[in-house]
């Protein structure tokens, strides 16, 4: 079946424009999860929604991130007023119901802010 | 505050040998680990994974052993092949509260099996 993808592939920004990257998780898994991948650095987890559950937005940087996840499957990133320090690889991520089972990823989206 | 560290950023093998990868990690909490396999201009991939209540998880030509009193863990691959080069991710899980599900990853290490 189909895996995790997102869009756009690859972003480049000005610094101030906003910018919305979309993730379409797996079907059926009912955990979504945002994580970005700075250069030189490992992954850092931004925001985890769960079924209806509030989200965990305990990673997020500033309020100038924000994620809506619509119907318990497609969500969106967004970041306003973008800075030169948000260039990195935005992944998702889903996982099937289930404490133990895996995080299955998609293939980032490139934002670079100029 | 880096809970996950893997502390070599490159390792260099020849194919056939063995390579280890290590972890290390402070968060007693921490309930479940994995391995994730991160080829260039794609997402990471699940390989192994780990409860903390086992100490050796072997799947193949993969291995991940667990040491919970040095909070350490380590992943072997034997016999090496050049497909394996890739960035590997160690990553851990929160148990409870709201962090359950959510996995903290290390800096990822590079792994050059040469031919």
């Known amino acids: 079946g189909a895996g995790v993808s997102q869009s756009p592939s690859n972003k480049v920004t000005e610094k101030g424009k906003d910018v919305e990257l979309r993730c379409d998780p797996i079907?059926?898994?009912?955990?979504l999860y945002w994580y970005r991948q700075s250069l030189g650095q490992g992954l850092e987890f931004l925001i985890y929604f769960q079924g209806n559950s509030a989200p965990d937005k305990s990673g997020l940087p500033s309020d100038r991130f924000s994620a809506e996840r619509t119907g318990g499957s497609v969500s969106t990133l967004t970041i306003q007023r973008t800075q030169q320090e948000d260039s990195a690889v935005y992944l998702c991520?889903?996982?099937?119901?289930?404490?133990?089972?895996?995080?299955?990823f998609g293939p980032g989206t490139r934002l670079t802010v100029l | 505050d880096q809970q996950v560290k893997q502390n070599s950023p490159s390792l260099s093998v020849q194919e056939g040998r063995i390579s280890i990868l290590n972890c290390d990690y402070t968060?007693?909490?921490?309930?479940?680990f994995l391995w994730y396999k991160k080829y260039p201009a794609e997402g990471p991939t699940f390989l192994i994974s780990i409860s903390s209540i086992k100490d050796k998880n072997e799947d193949g030509r993969f291995t991940v052993f667990l040491n919970k009193s040095a909070k350490h863990l380590s992943l072997h691959i034997v016999p090496s092949q050049p497909g394996d080069s890739a960035v590997y991710f160690c990553?851990?899980?929160?148990?409870?509260?709201?962090?359950?599900?959510?996995?903290?990853f290390g800096q990822g290490t590079i792994l050059t099996v040469h031919p």
């Open positions: 079907s059926g898994h009912t955990a």
């Open positions: 991520a889903s996982r099937p119901g289930g404490s133990y089972n895996e995080q299955f």
């Open positions: 968060n007693s909490m921490f309930d479940y």
């Open positions: 990553a851990a899980r929160g148990a409870g509260g709201t962090s359950y599900g959510k996995l903290t």
